[in-house]
Nanobody, 123 residues
Framework: QVHVVESGGGLVQAGGSLRLSCAAS??????????MGWFHQAPGKEREFVAA????????AYADSVKGRFTISRDNAKNTVTLQMNSLKPEDTGVYYC??????????????WGQGTQVTVSS
């Protein structure tokens, strides 16, 4: 079992920045065995992929809508992944979920999700 907890959401003006963090844990959990990523669910919409990073941080993937604005990184010593969000737009508003998966390719179907953290970008 993997336990996932997000933090760092909040209210920010358009053009501002926020930094989200996610910590994963479990009795036998080792972050070097899992890819980690972030998803976004806007009000009234389905959850969508934002970014992901491979087990050792060598490979990253981003949604087109956040390329050049968001950066995903990880610290395997702390079992954490961070999403640095810059140049935020009102459409970035929503709940951000952290996910943990065996690979980046399977992250959409992973059973390991956090409870989400709210991000609100005012115009």
């Amino acid at each position: 079992q993997v336990h996932v907890v997000e933090s760092g959401g909040g209210l920010v003006q358009a053009g501002g920045s926020l930094r989200l963090s996610c910590a994963a844990s479990g009795r036998t959990f080792s972050s070097t065995s899992y890819a980690m990523g972030w998803f976004h669910q806007a009000p009234g919409k389905e959850r969508e992929f934002v970014a992901a990073i491979s087990r050792l941080g060598v490979t990253t993937a981003y949604a087109d809508s956040v390329k050049g604005r968001f950066t995903i990184s990880r610290d395997n010593a702390k079992n954490t992944v961070t999403l640095q969000m810059n140049s935020l737009k009102p459409e970035d508003t929503g709940v951000y979920y952290c996910a943990v998966s065996i690979t980046i390719e399977t992250i959409h179907t992973t059973p390991y999700w956090g409870q989400g953290t709210q991000v609100t970008v005012s115009s």
